[in-house]
């Protein structure tokens, strides 16, 4: 006899990046080995009245839904002052709530947090995952006259299969966020083990300056870039260049597949709290992007033990987030 197990978290972020890249409803079922009704009963209650999905958020609504809070009329303010504090750093409620309790600081459950956000006026403001739904991608048959043929290519199934054992730091993902128009753009590479973000801004996506941009970002880490995996966009034609200048190996995943870097692909969701899809790039300064990247690489998460990305990617003690 099969017992059912419920979704875990990494099987909603799975889902919201599929999503994102539009995939039906049967491959997500498909993709996460998981009964199609299962993925249906998911979106059903984890999308948002605009029809997007949020991975955090459909979680901790599951979380909610399964436990409840007994305990917000038991904290005291002094504890709430300190959450909040927390949540302007840009950190979730999940986030918050460990982090707090890793430092003995306080011990409130990120359910609560929750529902103290849900019964106030501060929730838009205070969760990242209140964004837009996404306007639909070019056409397969459009995007594929601008993909897939990229010279001397070398596809992600080469890859070596340390990489998928995130065993090391010094394998990044790579990927481009696109400014209002199509104008200017964000360069953003992030290492699989540490969580660690590197983001670079550059006025056009361009090969030239998107090879210029990643050469910058990975020279002070270079004996700790040993593989770098890439979309599939034009604008990494330029792939050879950097390969040398840095003396790494760049893969690139499979079109369409954009699960196959899908730590980079949260990333870019993370990023877009600071720079909403639409926003105009060319206004953006190198101080803005670099402060939002400092954002994330000083954010605890759950998979680091709720360390910060800065913290395992120089191997640092955990220290008192600055508030």
């Known amino acids: ?59 901790a609504l599951s979380q909610k839904r399964k436990t409840g809070s007994r305990n917000a009329r038991r904290i005291d303010q002094d504890c709430w002052s300190l959450v909040w504090k927390h949540l302007d750093l840009g950190l979730s409620p999940q986030q918050v709530a460990q982090r707090l309790k890793e430092q003995n600081m306080a011990r409130v459950s990120h359910e609560c947090i929750y529902q103290k956000l849900y019964a106030s006026a501060q929730l838009p403001a205070q969760l990242r995952c209140q964004r837009k739904k996404r306007r639909a991608r070019a056409t397969a048959k459009r995007s594929n006259s601008r993909r897939g043929a990229i010279r001397d290519r070398v596809g992600i199934e080469e890859r070596p299969a340390i990489v ?113 899809k639409g926003a105009n790039l060319l206004k953006v300064t190198t101080e803005e992007v670099q402060r939002s990247a400092n954002r994330l690489n000083h954010r605890p998460r759950k998979c680091l033990g709720w360390r910060t990305p800065h913290e395992v990617f120089y191997d640092l003690p955990m220290t008192a987030l600055t508030l």
């Open 164 to 276: 998928e054992q995130k065993s090391r730091i010094g394998d990044w993902e790579g990927d481009t966020v696109v400014g209002k128009q199509h104008l200017g753009g964000l360069v953003t590479l992030v290492d699989r083990v540490s969580r660690y973000t590197l983001v670079g801004l550059v006025q056009r996506r361009c090969a030239n300056t998107v090879e210029s941009a990643i050469v910058q970002m990975l020279t002070p880490h270079k004996e700790r870039c040993h593989t770098v995996t890439l979309d599939n966009g034009s604008e990494f034609a330029n792939h050879l260049e950097f390969a040398q200048a840095l003396q790494t190996d760049v893969y690139f995943a499979k079109p369409h597949h954009p699960w196959q870097r899908g730590l980079n692909e949260n990333t870019n969701g993370l990023l877009r709290h600071y720079f909403p």
């Open 1 to 59: 006899m099969t017992h059912y197990r419920h979704l875990n978290q990494n099987e909603r972020y799975q889902i919201e990046a599929l999503v994102t890249a539009q995939v039906d409803v049967s491959s997500i079922a498909k993709q996460l080995a998981r009964h199609i009704d299962t993925i249906k009963r998911e979106l059903a209650r984890g999308s948002q009245p605009d029809g997007s999905y949020c991975a955090e958020l459909a979680h």
